[in-house]
């Protein structure tokens, strides 16, 4: 059974388009995340939910919603899509007391034309 | 500023050679660091973590760390380089329990046979 699971894994679309990205994971973990990795490998946090509850909201613009419908679900909504969303977004859920390791689901390439 | 510093963007060890990855960090507490590992086109996988526990670390696929405080470091280390080595590694640490994990730029590993 996969952990963190994320849907699609691939993502092409045009400019100006509104697209969703799912992450489910099966581990019982109550922190989830959505990390943003650029063309440069470099990985930056965008959301981190506990529970249901955002409690890390990074200096991402307006149009990147994320939803928590329940503590194994964080799913990321983008509104009007431009060129440098172009990335590979991961989520990642963890445990945060005692372990604190995050598991990784194996991504979502988004491509934006 | 709390931030995760990877030395050499790229590494390249011959197979049977020791492979030395390295991390510094910043962080005015003591902090958890933990090594992931990227294959091409996957998410990334947690190789070892220090909690704050023995400062020598060992993880997965033969890899170890060592915590060194004096130093603020957190080097990753592995005796015999094997081609199935040839990865992405990023560095990471968590400064502040209620925060996020922040991560390094990323150290690519080539094999040469």
């Known amino acids: 059974d996969t952990a963190v699971s994320q849907t699609p894994k691939y993502l092409v679309t045009q400019m100006g388009n509104d697209k969703s990205i799912k992450c489910e994971q099966n581990?019982?973990?109550?922190?989830m995340y959505w990390y943003k990795q650029d063309s440069k490998k470099f990985l930056k946090i965008m959301f981190s939910?506990?529970?249901?509850?955002?409690?890390i909201n990074e200096t991402v613009p307006n149009r990147f919603s994320p939803k928590s419908p329940d503590k194994a679900h964080l799913n990321l909504h983008i509104n009007s899509l431009e060129l440098g969303d172009s990335a590979v977004y991961f989520c990642?859920?963890?445990?945060?007391?005692?372990?604190?390791?995050?598991?990784f689901g194996s991504g979502t390439r988004l491509t934006v034309v | 500023a709390q931030s995760v510093t990877q030395l050499g963007s790229h590494v390249s060890v011959s197979e049977g050679a020791l492979v030395l990855l390295r991390c510094n960090y910043s962080?005015?507490?003591?902090?958890?660091l933990f090594w992931y590992v990227q294959y091409p086109n996957q998410g990334l996988q947690l190789l070892l973590k220090?909690?704050?526990?023995?400062?020598l670390v060992k993880g997965i696929n033969g890899f170890e760390a060592e915590f060194k405080k004096s130093e603020t470091s957190f080097h990753l280390t592995k005796p015999s380089a094997h081609m199935s080595d040839a990865a992405e590694y990023f560095c990471?640490?968590?400064?502040?329990?209620?925060?996020?994990?922040?991560f390094g730029k990323g150290t690519r590993l080539h094999i040469l046979p």
């Open positions: 990642a859920s963890s445990q945060r007391t005692g372990d604190y390791g995050y598991t």
């Open positions: 581990l019982g973990h109550d922190t």
């Open positions: 939910y506990n529970n249901k509850e955002l409690i």
């Open positions: 962080s005015s507490v003591p902090p958890y």
């Open positions: 220090y909690t704050s526990a023995a400062t």
């Open positions: 990471a640490g968590l400064m502040n329990r209620d925060d996020k994990i922040i």
